[in-house]
């Protein structure tokens, strides 16, 4: 279960909560089933909470949303997104420290 500040983004939303976004979106692509994915949850929950009003933090369920899965070519859970302006702006795969992920989305904060 994702955190109060955490999105959940579907097929249906994706491009309204991610492509029109006024903002960097951070997006984590993972599964319930997957152990990493759950190793990444707490982290990706904390930066959403620590980034309201600056970014924009959710998930994808790929096996709920396959055509955004396909679509952004994610291979393997979890996979992290960090969007700017609709476009790709960096990604990584597997879980990551909570001050790598601050630093990526500081970054994008920083050039936005």
Known sequence: ??????????DENFETEVGAADRPVLVD????WCAPCR???PVIDEVAGEFVG????GKVDT????????????HGVPTVVLFRNGQE??????PKPIAEVRRLLEAALATA
Do not use: C, K, N
């Open 1 to 10: 279960m994702a955190g109060p500040h955490t999105r959940q983004f579907t």
């Open 29 to 32: 692509f993972s599964t319930e």
């Open 54 to 57: 600056r970014a924009i933090v």
């Open 63 to 74: 096996d709920t949303s396959p055509q955004t899965t396909a679509r952004f070519s994610v």
């Open 89 to 94: 702006i960096h990604r990584f795969a597997g």
């Open 39 to 41: 190793l990444l949850a």
